[in-house]
């Protein structure tokens, strides 16, 4: 679903209490040099796709009811070769703190996932995380009315280190 006649079907199903917005950019855009512009320009649709449904949040979302982007944790911590994917995820959750403030009472929300499945040497949770983690946040958000214009890391600690991969043993 994209684009203004995607975004028609879904009002006319419509109105929701809440809405999840949980596109893919396809492609393998990745480094800002390795990705050809062409390339870079068909994943942004990913930006756009939430854009359009924004735009059209007071005619599919019941007063009272939310928005949940997803985003991803190279948006706020960039790595290098991945400049693309930085790029994206940080307009998302720009373009979502600019929502909150205009399209209040309506609460928009991001989830930002890091790595799924990583190894422990690369988070800090023992749990490799999976997309369950990730739905589990949106429901949280979903459920909890007093929550807008936050952004939930789910990403077992990625941003904060490393993990030895070592179990924490504690002194008697």
Request: no cysteine; hydrophobic share 45%; charged share 15%.
């Amino acid at each position: 679903m994209s684009g203004p006649a995607g975004v028609a079907r879904l009002a006319a199903a419509g109105p929701f209490d809440h809405l999840v917005i949980a596109t893919s950019a396809g492609g393998r855009a990745s480094s800002i040099p390795g990705t050809a512009p062409a390339e870079a320009r068909a994943a942004f649709g990913r930006f756009w796709t939430a854009y359009d449904l924004l735009h059209a949040a007071g005619d599919l979302v019941r007063r009272g009811g939310s928005v949940t982007l997803i985003s991803g944790s190279s948006g706020r911590r960039p790595g290098a070769g991945f400049g693309f994917w930085s790029t994206l995820h940080g307009s998302i959750e720009a373009l979502a703190r600019a929502a909150t403030l205009e399209l209040a009472p309506t609460r928009i929300n991001v989830v930002s996932p890091g790595g799924i499945g990583l190894r422990p040497d690369r988070q800090l949770a023992e749990h490799a995380g999976s997309p369950d983690d990730i739905g589990a946040a949106a429901l949280a958000l979903i459920a909890n009315p007093a929550i807008t214009n936050a952004v939930l890391d789910v990403d077992g600690g990625e941003r904060l280190g490393r993990w030895s991969g070592s179990p924490v043993t504690v002194a008697a």
